[in-house]
């Protein structure tokens, strides 16, 4: 475990989940919620829960970021609050 | 502007070849990938369920790089409703083998009374057995959840 890295990410970790709930665009929200979601794996895998981070990779950036472009090409993009 | 608007909506969109040529070649890789995840989820990280996760994707991304009528076509319906039901099938059998057999629900030693081949070994192969089954019934699940959401429910054209 190194601080500054796990300091580094998380900081980016935050930021990524500000953007999400403060962007307009739902499509673009999606897209920063993989980045949060990858960026939760880095933390994980560099923090030594692998299994974890595996899990992440895989569900949270692979997975539901497909789901959620899935569902918003059944809906608007714009997001109306 | 308006002239490559129109092009674009003429085709399929993200019709390129680059996409489907790398797809094609990715697609194996991806369900060998997944095959050794749910094979060593006992030594390593990983396990039936990020292993059946991982065979999903590559359906998807199938789905996501031609449309979805190809991926129907290299997975059937049929098949992946008779895969889900398999999986939760094999996990809750053995889980159940294991209690009549005279042990604790998913308690795997117990198998040893069926076939000998010690209480240690079964405690190992029983876990993989269970992992297959979740593996199986993961895979289809993620398959059936992208079929349905992308093309809201009616499995003829989606993303």
Known sequence: ?81 | MKQRLERATGQHPGDSPIIKTSVRLLVPFVQLFGLYVIVHGHYSPGGGFQGGVALGASFILLALAYDLKTSIRHFSEGANAVLANTGALIYTGVAALCAVMGGLFLDYSALDKLIPLGPIEWRSFGIFLVEVGVGLAVMSIMVSLFWDISSGGEMDEGL
Not at chain 1, 26 to 45: D, K
């Open chain 1, 1 to 81: 475990m190194i601080w500054q890295l796990d300091l580094l990410i998380l900081l980016l970790v935050v930021v990524c989940a500000l953007a999400t709930i403060t962007v307009k665009d739902l499509l673009s929200a999606t897209i920063i919620f993989g980045v949060y979601s990858f960026l939760m794996c880095l933390l994980w895998a560099e923090m030594g829960a692998v299994d974890v981070a595996f899990t992440e990779a895989t569900v949270g950036a692979g997975i539901s970021t497909v789901l959620f472009i899935a569902a918003i090409l059944r809906t608007n993009r714009r997001s109306k609050d």
